[in-house]
């Protein structure tokens, strides 16, 4: 017969939780997005925090600023732990760039609606260009798998405005041979 005695030791459990560097959505509606904040509401054990749970919260919430229009959305953390009082400050630190703005022209064999669904810059986001030209890819394999080898699509983008009000238009336009 074998016993096993495991002292889970005293947890963590979260003090603060701060949120910067968002323009275009307030702290509260920020917080009540995270899981762990609504988690350090309950009492006791329940009210543990866990590191894991803030690093998931924090990539869907960038992930929500990149369906808004924002592709360009990083979200991070930092957290303070005091082992002496078993407590956890937090700052949440967003960075939401400009807002998306994409327009596709020269398209007469599929909608626009069809081709936008091959963007990937409001699902993956857009950091440093590679959302862009992933999705430049995508619209270029859907026109040569339905007989448009010779098909070209560019982009031309265009910043306007400043701060919360900057704002990004992309054109793809598309010379389907």
Do not use: C, H
């Not at 924090?58 to 600023?65: D, E, F, K």
């Not at 924002?70 to 407590?87: H, I, N, Q, R, V």
């Not at 669904?117 to 798998?145: D, M, P």
């Amino acid at each position: 017969r074998l016993e096993v005695l495991i002292d889970t030791g005293a947890y963590y459990t979260l003090d603060s939780l701060r949120v910067q560097g968002n323009r275009n959505a307030s702290d509260a509606w920020i917080k009540r997005r995270l899981g762990v904040w609504w988690s350090s509401l309950y009492p006791g054990t329940a009210g543990r925090f866990v590191e894991k749970q803030l690093g998931e919260d924090v990539r869907r919430l960038a992930s929500w600023y990149w369906r808004k229009g924002y592709a360009e959305a990083e979200t991070s953390y930092t957290l303070e732990k005091d082992p002496e009082t078993g407590e956890v400050d937090v700052i949440v630190t967003v960075d939401e760039g400009p807002k998306y703005e994409v327009s596709i022209t020269g398209n007469e064999e599929f909608w626009d609606r069809t081709l936008k669904k091959r963007l990937v810059i409001f699902r993956e986001g857009n950091v440093r260009g590679t959302g862009l030209r992933r999705s430049v890819r995508n619209i270029r394999t859907l026109y040569r798998e339905n007989g448009y080898p010779d098909v070209r699509v560019t982009t031309r983008e265009e910043t306007r405005g400043r701060g919360a009000d900057k704002v990004k238009s992309i054109t793809i336009s598309i010379e389907e041979g």
